[in-house]
């Protein structure tokens, strides 16, 4: 984990890459497995979840105050719950497609610990302004994330990006990519180049100088 | 506040610094009249977007199942329910209308009646199929078969709603449905050919349909019947009527 930022832009920009919810923190793997099968359901749900993080956060960190500590996370899961229900409702009355596509999914974004955890961990403790900019940062870091496994799913699962064609009609669509199974493989080749790219980045971020110094400091007692 | 700070305020031994403010428990009634509150809140919250959502949500329902009827039936100029009553079909239930099954008979633009459209479910591979069919009771020969909702493997057992082949076997092929599997198709009117890889979603949906007509074909038809000869009557008054 990063140090405790202290500027607005640090809490509005951890989310989304060095603490990205799902490829770093490893929450709300569930929805970013399931319904991934599309871009348009990965953004759809993403913007969902953005919603209630967003909403939940700015209601959870103005009544902070209000709220005694015992019963404090049954109110964050009463004001989740609630942002939940109002986002399944719109989407069932305005894109009832893709509320048919995401199923129990939408329901489900009340047990994303990603939520609850920003509540606890944030929101319950900082200013509104702050809370809003921590919850946009990871919700955007959400969408980002899902976004990229939808995709990524898309393109070789159905040869096409947000239902327009790429690859041509002699492109044989992979099926394995729009099964359970495809979400798994793509989750993990993205972790595995999250990873790669970590560290590589920490390797580059030592001097070299002071490595090979260590290393011989270390190594002199023997 | 910090997590933790009163915790670590409290269990700091006696003695040792200032003294610190203690902590007061909240009573009961607080909790209690807290939760309640936001409960309400919630509730009102909800109730009011529900108000908005609901009339929207019915009428795309709605807007799907006139489509769909439409679809299955071949176009017809109107359509009307028929409700499913004490073995029979008629539009005006003596019961409740709420839990009664429904079919839905189609007129052309001389108000002849072309077709009964018929819903069913039962389950496929995955999860309950459920499916919408046209039936004509004068033939005995499925008009068109449309699937509503499945959950079928995307690739494989999603082809009895996405390839227009198969979904295209069910246009005219009389009752009951034969399913079988394209090597041994012999030209029969009531073979459907089931699609290779997605046998038993193929085979769910010539179950479904079979099911449906064994359980309200008889009903289907005496209302047939009924239909034809109001539609004889009335043209007999037409032509009797006219100089």
Redesign the interface.
């Known amino acids: 984990m990063s140090p405790t930022p202290t500027t607005g832009v640090q809490v509005l920009s951890r989310g989304v890459w060095r603490e990205n919810p799902v490829f770093v923190q490893l929450l709300g793997l569930c929805p970013a497995l399931a319904v991934t099968?599309t871009v348009a359901n990965s953004l759809a749900m993403g913007l969902a979840t953005f919603f209630v993080l967003l909403g939940s956060s700015v209601l959870v960190s103005v009544a902070k105050d209000?709220?005694?500590?015992?019963?404090r996370i049954?109110?964050y899961i009463?004001?989740i719950?609630?942002f939940v229900?109002?986002a399944d409702?719109?989407l069932?009355?305005?894109v009832?497609d893709i509320h048919k596509a995401l199923g129990a999914f939408i329901a489900l974004i009340v047990v994303n610990c990603m939520i609850l955890g920003r509540q606890e961990a944030f929101a319950s403790?900082n200013p509104v302004g702050r809370a809003v900019l921590d919850a946009v940062g990871t919700g955007a870091g959400f969408i980002v994330a899902l976004v990229a496994i939808g995709g990524f799913r898309e393109v070789l699962?159905y040869g096409s990006f947000l239902g327009v064609p790429l690859l041509g009609p002699a492109f044989e669509?992979w099926?394995v990519m729009?099964?359970p199974a495809g979400g798994f493989f793509t989750l993990g080749f993205i972790l595995l180049g999250f990873g790669w790219w970590e560290a590589r980045r920490a390797n580059s971020v030592r001097p070299r100088r002071w490595m090979n110094e260590a290393t011989v400091t270390v190594e002199a007692p023997r | 506040?910090?997590?933790g700070e009163?915790t670590a305020a409290e269990s700091r031994p006696a003695g040792r610094g200032p003294p610190l403010p203690v902590q007061v428990?909240?009573s009961s009634v607080?909790?209690v009249s807290?939760?309640a509150t936001?409960?309400a809140v919630?509730g009102l919250?909800?109730v009011l977007?529900?108000q908005?959502?609901?009339p929207?949500?019915e009428a795309?329902q709605a807007r799907?199942l006139t489509a769909a009827i439409t679809e299955v039936l071949g176009g017809p100029d109107r359509y009307e329910t028929l409700f499913v009553e004490g073995g029979g079909l008629t539009f005006t239930p003596v019961a409740d209308t709420a839990g009664l099954d429904r079919v839905w008979v189609g007129y052309d633009r001389a108000g002849r009646a072309v077709g009964i459209a018929a819903a069913a479910g039962e389950p496929g591979f995955q999860d309950v199929i459920r499916l919408i069919f046209g039936y004509d009771p004068s033939s005995g020969r499925v008009l068109g078969m449309k699937v509503l909702e499945s959950k079928e493997?995307?690739?494989?057992g999603d082809k009895i709603e996405k390839d227009s082949m198969f979904v295209r076997e069910f246009e005219g092929v009389s009752t009951p449905l034969l399913g079988v599997k394209s090597a041994r198709a012999t030209g029969d009117d009531a073979e459907v050919v089931m699609i290779t890889g997605a046998t038993i979603s193929s085979r769910a949906v010539v179950d479904i349909i079979n099911h449906r007509l064994e359980a309200i074909g008889a009903s289907m038809g005496a209302f047939w019947r009924g239909e034809v000869a109001r539609a004889e009557a009335r043209e007999a008054a037409r032509s009797g009527g006219a100089p």
């Open positions: 099968n209000w709220i005694p500590k015992q019963v049954s109110a009463l004001v719950a609630t229900t109002i409702l719109v069932a009355a305005v009832p403790k699962g669509p099926v729009i099964l | 506040m910090r997590a009163g428990e909240p607080r909790l807290t939760l936001a409960g919630a919250a909800i977007v529900f908005w959502a609901n929207r949500i795309h799907v493997t995307p690739g494989l």
